[in-house]
């Protein structure tokens, strides 16, 4: 049997996870009567995944097509991910590059390409999506051809072949169809990763050796460890060492030897070289682990992993509705389930606050953090977390901070707002063009903390049409930071529920967060006000009726639609000093201090 290993790699949303659906399904893994056949996105099976349309978690599964076991792994296009990307791209020996025909190489699909040069992969580049209406073939070929120009280090990587493909109709072809109805499949794919992707390179002869590059459960068999077999064999029943590089961590015996089949793991008598395998029998395994034979002594460096850039405050849940929604959690109770993720989340940082105040999670990116807070949300527990804030560190004797690159595409109609909004936060521009369709991209570099709750005011005020992508540029010296460019906030005074006659009044002085019939508490925030001020406001007040005419006057009372933000839009948009409450069933934006006269005290000390 021939073995490939090949990673699929792409921008976020350019068919990446669309084509692995084709390569299962066109390589018979399924009966024609299992559900999977009428499934998209079969690897996502994560629920934030499918909600979202991304793959957060890195998986790997295989096909067999013809005389050859061609493992697949599938990849997060997301630079928030980029601990997922890192642990598990060395178990690859080549990667298709998939890049979308109409919107070219974007931040991520550097992001990803320049992952797998370092680990010196064997690619096939694949432009997808080709029956798109604005579909620009010939010019994201050279954009593609460009980036690699930028990013190779030697000349074997600028030769790549180019498949064209509809991963949405699985099919594919070597060269340009005349029309994207033609006939076809995703055969030209698969031989051409037979032709380009080199089988792993592997010492059979020599004692087994495996790199644990990520982690799995399940109630019946334990925790699975997931690496490529690198040299040797290994069985159920062999004892074997666990090494974090030189030094010993543990022995043990393995229980299990599982290959991939499809989606299915199968137990098997013993392990293939080269082959991406998962074993059963360890207990305090970790990512970046050395497994080997007992007699080895020396085990392979540890993953390397971009450092965080950002972080934030997060704790129980201390508002007076605690409680009410889903399960009070003590600071210790949380500590466990933090240190359970940070087995698997290796890009995640947790360190306790003094005092037993909380602790600051530290990861590569909002949406990195929000996920897993959101993951928090759904298992049923309350909890509190501040605003986000950049990590700053020392940088040839320079006090440094993160800078991003910001990608940004809107309708032309929609420049002078984004670039007004851009200039007040000290971005620079780097480029600018607007295609045939009037759609604008912009290329802007900015420091990471002067972008800080960008994404909700781009949406905002492009109408929901802009996209917004980033790609980390690494540290430079500390430059300008704004000042806070949000209005002030209007904040609930008292306790009750809240009433139409109350609200009607709010919702004079700006943006309205509740609607009518609302529990609320005092120092909550129901709505973002029009000046820069906070205003507390008594929003469970009821109208004093006096007569008959007074209360069906009250009933003509019309409230605006509330804008109600999900967790990410919370997160942008909360300030230093307040909290966002978060549990199973609202999302709540407050003050650390619920008491005006201890905010006013506190403010006035501050200054």
Known sequence: MQLRNVAIIAHVDHGKTTLVDGMLKQTHTFRENQAEMSQTTILDKNELEREKGITILAKNTSVQYGDTKINIIDTPGHADFSGEIERVINMADGALLIVDAA????????????????????????????????????????????LFLQLAETDDALDFPIVYAVARDGKAWTEMPSSSDAEGSLSPLFEQIKITIPAPSIKPEAPFKMLV?????????????????????????????????????????????????????????????GDIIAITGLTEVSIGHTLADITVTEGYPLIHLTEPTLRMYVGPNTSPFAGRDGQPVTTRQLEDRLNRELKTNIGLRVQKNPGDKGFMLSGRGELHLSILLEQLRREGLEIEVGKPEVIDKVVDGMKSEPFEEVTIEVPKEYMGVIIEELGKRKALLESSITNSKDITRMIYTVASRNILGFRTEMMTKSRGTGLFNTRSLGYRPVTDHIQQLRNGVLVASETGSTTAYALESAQERGTIFVGAGVEVYGGVIIGLNGRQEDIDMNVAKGKKLTNMRASSADMMIILDTPLIMSLEQCIDF????????????????????????ERIKAAKHSN
């Open 103 to 146: 919107e070219g190489p974007l931040p991520q699909t550097r992001f990803v390409l320049e992952q797998a040069m370092k680990q010196k992969l064997k690619l096939i580049v694949v432009i997808n999506k080709i029956d798109r209406s604005d579909a620009r073939v010939e010019e994201v070929i050279a954009e593609t051809e460009d």
């Open 213 to 273: 590059s990520t982690l799995d459960f399940d109630a019946f068999k334990g925790t699975y460890a997931i690496g490529k077999v690198t040299q040797g064999i290994v069985k159920p029943g062999q004892r074997i060492v666990q090494l974090s590089e030189s030094t010993m961590i543990a022995t043990a015996t393995v229980a299990g030897v599982f290959t991939s089949e499809g989606l299915e793991r199968v137990a098997v008598e013993s392990s293939t070289p």
């Open 574 to 597: 909360v300030a230093d000093d307040e909290l966002v409450e978060i549990t199973p069933l609202n999302l709540r934006i407050r003050k650390k201090l619920l008491n005006k006269d």
